[in-house]
């Protein structure tokens, strides 16, 4: 049997799948693992551009999600992404994201930085 926050967590990130389909983005990965480095929640592309996003949640308004997004956090994904383009031998334009789940409110933050 599965534990509350990892389903709490998959949910998220359907919702969030879900929500970048409905925006035009191409879902290319989904829990991407960089060997030591971490995970990348979601990877997509979108109008030429890769997308490497954090998803980040909380079941009511009352706790901001964004401040779970840390610098050690943002670090992993940036050094996963670059394991992820050095793998697949890609040389394209590619974008830190963080998509921000909010009770039912999804809010998506393109370029996010330290």
Not at 34 to 40: F, N, S
Not at 63 to 71: A, G, I, R, W
């Given at each position: 049997m599965r534990e509350l926050p990892k389903?709490?967590?998959?949910e998220s990130e359907n919702i969030a799948t879900?929500?970048?389909e409905q925006e035009g983005y191409v879902i290319l990965e989904r829990n991407?693992?960089?060997?030591?480095?971490?995970?990348?929640d979601i990877i997509a592309k979108h109008d030429d551009?890769?997308?490497?996003i954090e998803v980040k949640s909380s079941k009511s308004n009352s706790?901001?999600?964004?401040?779970?997004?840390?610098?050690s956090k943002l670090r992993k994904v940036i050094n996963s992404a670059q394991y992820y383009l050095?793998?697949?031998k890609?040389?394209?334009?590619?974008?830190?994201?963080?998509l921000i789940i909010r009770g039912?409110?999804?809010?998506?933050?393109?370029n996010v930085t330290l």
């Open positions: 389903l709490f967590g998959d879900l929500f970048l991407y693992f960089a060997r030591k480095l971490g995970e990348i551009v890769l997308h490497f706790f901001d999600p964004v401040y779970n997004l840390t610098p050095k793998v697949k890609l040389v394209m334009a590619f974008s830190i994201d963080a039912k409110e999804v809010e998506f933050i393109e």
